[in-house]
């Protein structure tokens, strides 16, 4: 176990939806990444938050979006849901923003959009 | 840009040989290189991670890898292979600069026979 939560677990939604994914990072870390897991594109790297900032973008929708809370916890909105955003999605935390830190991955929420 | 290639789809071992899954990359700028390992229906697990200095780095489950500037090369290795080994392996790059994503490679399926 990793420290780091994920809810839900799995998430099945119709196509034009919205849904949100929450993160709780471990404790006492700072920073929360969020990725894409498909069978296509590989893992992903969407985005990046430390201490409530957002700290660096990766290819990441404009039909998505993340935010992190006072509390560290981290939410990302999925909207006008489509067919091939189905996939896994990982939230990571580690203790701050180097680069050089390892990532500690939670147990993902696998979205099926149909 | 950062790139990983992790050029074997799959890398089939005996129980109780060495087993090799490689990795080479291109960034520009010093590398930080990372190995994760990723069961079925669980989030990835970091095992080691090349920062700086010597060029062999030891890390969980008996698992090395030696990084090599000359080849850009950063494969996993271990002396000999249990069946309990047999997972999803991911390679990863950073550039050493803050607000750098963590690319991954596509991963390598290692099988390991009993």
């Known amino acids: 176990d990793s420290g780091v939560t994920q809810t839900p677990k799995h998430l099945i939604t119709a196509t034009g939806q919205r849904v949100t994914l929450r993160c709780s990072p471990r404790s006492g870390d700072l920073s929360v990444y969020w990725y894409q897991q498909s069978l296509d594109q590989g893992l992903q790297f969407l985005i990046q938050y430390y201490n409530g900032e957002e700290r660096a973008k990766g290819n990441i929708l404009e039909r998505f979006s993340a935010q992190q809370f006072p509390d560290l916890h981290s939410e990302l909105n999925l909207s006008s849901l489509e067919l091939g955003d189905s996939a896994l999605y990982f939230c990571?935390?580690?203790?701050?923003?180097?680069?050089?830190?390892?990532?500690?991955f939670g147990p993902g929420t696998r979205l099926t959009v149909l | 840009a950062q790139s990983v290639a992790q050029p074997e789809d799959q890398v089939n071992v005996a129980e109780g040989n060495p087993l090799t899954v490689k990795c080479t990359y291109s960034v520009s700028g010093n590398p930080y290189l990372f190995w994760y390992v990723q069961y079925p229906n669980r989030g990835l697990q970091f095992l080691l991670k090349y920062i700086t200095g010597d060029n062999l780095v030891k890390g969980s489950y008996g698992f090395e890898a030696e990084f090599n500037k000359s080849q850009t090369s950063f494969h996993l290795k271990k002396p000999s292979a249990l069946v309990s080994d047999s997972a999803l392996y991911f390679c990863?790059?950073?550039?050493?600069?803050?607000?750098?994503?963590?690319?991954f490679g596509k991963g390598t399926t290692l099988s390991v026979s009993s």
């Open positions: 990571a935390s580690s203790v701050n923003s180097g680069s050089g830190n390892e990532q500690f």
């Open positions: 990863a790059v950073r550039r050493g600069e803050a607000g750098t994503a963590l690319i």
